[in-house]
């Protein structure tokens, strides 16, 4: 069982939908981060979080440690949404960055 | 500010040959991390460098190893190449290490190392 677990894998989207994506980890962590890979592979860093929520734009992100498990929030979602999304946690014990398998998402128009 | 570069871009190496691929970080950024991405293994870490020191290394054999210079470029090499290397290795700076103070990371455009 992968330590860090994303759900769902791939997800299909109507331009304006809400949008969730939750990620569940079994390691105790310092951190955890949220991460948005484009077509082409370049990455981008969205959230990180020890605690609580952050919002930027129309992105929301929250973490609740006792339960071990985050969630990703688009709001009005948009067709250059469309992407990979990555969550990753920095291992309490090892200082490694754990890497989910990722959540394709595409949102259509 | 500059963002994180990588060279070369692309790379097209054969089985038993070695290869070394170069990471300049954002300017004032002491920590280089590198990572391995497959489509069948997904992302994976290979090590973490703060002020010249391999700060963490992860599952990987000896034959990918690693340095960071003075001026916290880092270079990470693979030697005896195999064909499971081929990847898209990706590097991220940051201002500190990754634990404790979990400072954010910038990603580079990756390299995609192709091996025949």
């Known amino acids: 069982k992968n330590e860090v677990e994303q759900s769902p894998q791939n997800l299909t989207a109507q331009e304006g939908e809400f949008i969730t994506i939750n990620c569940s980890y079994s390691?105790?962590?310092?951190?955890l981060h949220w991460l948005q890979q484009h077509p082409g592979g370049g990455i981008v860093s969205l959230f990180m979080?020890?605690?609580g929520k952050k919002k930027h734009g129309r992105l929301i992100a929250t973490i609740n440690i006792q339960e071990k498990h985050s969630s990703l929030h688009i709001t009005a979602s948009h067709p250059r949404d469309s992407a990979v999304y990555i969550c990753?946690?920095?291992?309490?014990?090892?200082?490694?960055?754990?890497f989910g398998t990722g959540t394709r998402l595409q949102v259509f128009p | 500010k500059a963002g994180v570069t990588q060279t070369p871009r692309y790379l097209i190496k054969t089985r038993g040959q070695q290869v070394t691929l170069s990471c300049s970080p954002i300017?004032?950024?002491?920590?280089v991390s590198w990572y391995q991405q497959t489509p069948g293994q997904g992302l994976q870490f290979l090590f973490e460098?703060?002020?010249?020191?391999?700060?963490n290394k992860g599952n990987f054999p000896g034959r990918f190893s690693g340095r960071q210079f003075s001026n916290s470029r880092s270079e990470m090499n693979v030697s005896t190449l195999e064909l499971g290397d081929s990847a898209l290795y990706l590097c991220?700076?940051?201002?500190?290490?990754?634990?404790?103070?979990?400072?954010?990371?910038?990603f580079g455009p990756g390299t995609r190392l192709t091996v025949t």
């Open positions: 460098y703060f002020s010249e020191t391999q700060r």
């Open positions: 390691v105790g962590i310092s951190a």
């Open positions: 979080l020890s605690s």
């Open positions: 300017s004032g950024h002491r920590s």
């Open positions: 990753a946690v920095v291992s309490g014990n090892t200082d490694k960055l754990i």
């Open positions: 991220a700076s940051s201002l500190g290490p990754l634990n404790p103070q979990n400072y954010e990371q910038y």
